[in-house]
């Protein structure tokens, strides 16, 4: 299994660079070995951000991940307020009826005749 190259900020801007400067895609691809989809997306992004783009090999992996994790995070705990709640009704509803049947009179018939 091929392990993907990383490129970094520097070399991705000097690609530009040469295309920029009149080479093809074709031709810069060739030189620095990398595909012609790559040098016309990285075009792209650095028109589009400026000195923005290409903030690192594997941030925006790393910060999409941090957020999928804590929209796990976020979720996880929605359940666990949501079952506390329940549980919390489910005592004040016990609650409620211990103090009413201890507090009124029994509604059933005495023994004693």
């Given at each position: 299994?091929?392990?993907?190259?990383?490129?970094?900020?520097?070399?991705?801007?000097?690609?530009?660079?040469?295309?920029?400067?009149g080479?093809?895609?074709?031709?810069?691809?060739?030189?620095?070995?990398?595909?012609?989809?790559?040098?016309?997306?990285?075009?792209r992004?650095?028109?589009?951000?400026?000195?923005?783009?290409?903030?690192?090999?594997?941030?925006?992996?790393?910060?999409?991940?941090?957020?999928?994790?804590?929209?796990?995070?976020?979720?996880?705990?929605a359940?666990?307020?949501?079952?506390?709640k329940?549980?919390?009704?489910?005592?004040?509803?016990?609650?409620?009826?211990?103090?009413?049947?201890?507090?009124?009179?029994?509604?059933?018939?005495?023994?004693?005749?």
């Amino acid at each position: 299994m091929k392990s993907r190259r990383k490129f970094t900020k520097d070399f991705k801007q000097s690609a530009v660079g040469r295309l920029n400067s009149g080479q093809s895609v074709v031709e810069v691809a060739r030189a620095l070995e990398v595909h012609p989809s790559d040098l016309q997306r990285w075009r792209r992004e650095l028109q589009e951000h400026g000195e923005h783009a290409f903030l690192g090999v594997g941030k925006k992996r790393a910060e999409e991940s941090r957020v999928a994790e804590l929209e796990r995070k976020v979720g996880q705990q929605a359940m666990e307020i949501d079952f506390l709640k329940r549980a919390l009704q489910h005592v004040e509803e016990r609650r409620l009826l211990r103090a009413l049947n201890n507090g009124a009179p029994s509604m059933g018939r005495s023994k004693k005749k």
